[in-house]
């Protein structure tokens, strides 16, 4: 008994949000868009920390956390293997006016689908050809996440490889956006996509933590490529996303340089470090992340954008999340 009351962990109701401050004032609040977030995991992550919490479904914890809180839209992310078979009944959920309205509260759900470098191993023809059914699906807007992850390693490097390059030529076939999971893998991840993927196609690059000097060179390569930014650049730990802020925002410029990123969670990891100085008597750390945390995540890549420039402040909270709700449509379509 007693669960949720372990100190470490903080009750359940300071996971409902107060609306950031900077947005509370401004007239129009802006749209979120997490364009990269794990749903089911998120939920799971909920259900497992507050035993007894009042929302029962997910459908339950989208209205409860993100009603009144101005999210627009969120895309989830399907990538493990073999496919989850629960991916069919949300998608089906989001069909109609009625099924967006009533189960998730005006909040339009979109997914992507494809096997994370993790899995590769588990990648077969039956697995690609369940993601290709997804793929047909309307709420479907894209593949991923895919990619290469040389940190864990939790499948041979060879077979990430194998099964990342599959992936690409399905997806460039389709003609499906592309999201992107790479982690100290550079030099091939460059290598692979600049082999298997058209210029003009659109990619994701999600939860940016490699160098600069990558992003550089992916940016210019890729016209339609975009950076993809989690609390993670909030983190003392994590120095390689703000310099890739601060060198797409070229502070001083005028008018000020667009930044190509999206605002995203890859919840249920990684809360905004500078979320806890808006919430008052909170004791301990929250043990998830989710949607409602973007503005954090927002406020902290208009500081960074900022610095250096002269006087003026280019960019404000408002208006990073209107730029990354810009981009995640010309991204997603969403
Ligand atoms: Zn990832
Ligand atoms: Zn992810």
Known sequence: MGKNKKSSVPGEEHLHLPVHAALASSETRPPIVDTHTHLVSTFSAYRGKYKQGKYETIYDFVR?????????????????????????????????????????????????????????????????????????????????????????????????????????????????????????????????????????????????????????????????????????ITYSTNLNTSSVVRQMSRPGSQPPAPLRILLETDAPFMVPANLYGALTDVKGRLPLCHTGMIPWTAEFVAAVANEGGESAQAWSVERVVLEARDNARRMYGV
């Not at 991840?189 to 994701?204: D, F, Q, S």
């Not at 490699?210 to 060179?217: C, F, G, I, Y």
Request: charged share 30%; proline share 5%; glycine share 6%.
């Open 64 to 232: 409860g956390l993100y009603r009144d809180r101005n999210v627009e839209a969120i895309v989830d992310v399907w990538c493990e293997a073999p496919v989850q078979r629960s991916w069919r009944e949300l998608a089906d959920s989001a069909l109609s006016e009625e099924g967006r309205r009533d189960k998730w509260c005006g909040v339009q759900y979109w997914f992507v689908m494809g096997v994370h470098p993790h899995e590769a191993s588990q990648y077969t023809d039956e697995v690609e050809k369940d993601i290709l059914e997804a793929m047909a699906h309307p709420r479907c807007v894209g593949w991923g996440e895919t990619g290469l992850d040389y940190h864990y390693d939790n499948s041979p490097r060879d077979i990430q490889q194998t099964v990342f390059i599959r992936q690409l030529q399905q997806a460039v076939r389709l003609g499906k956006p592309l999201t992107i999971h790479t982690r100290e893998a550079e030099e091939d991840t460059e290598r692979i996509l600049k082999e298997h993927v058209p210029k003009e196609h659109k990619i994701h690059i999600h939860c940016y933590t490699d160098s600069p000097e990558w992003a550089a060179r992916m940016l210019d390569h890729f016209p339609n490529l975009f950076i993809g930014i989690t609390g993670v």
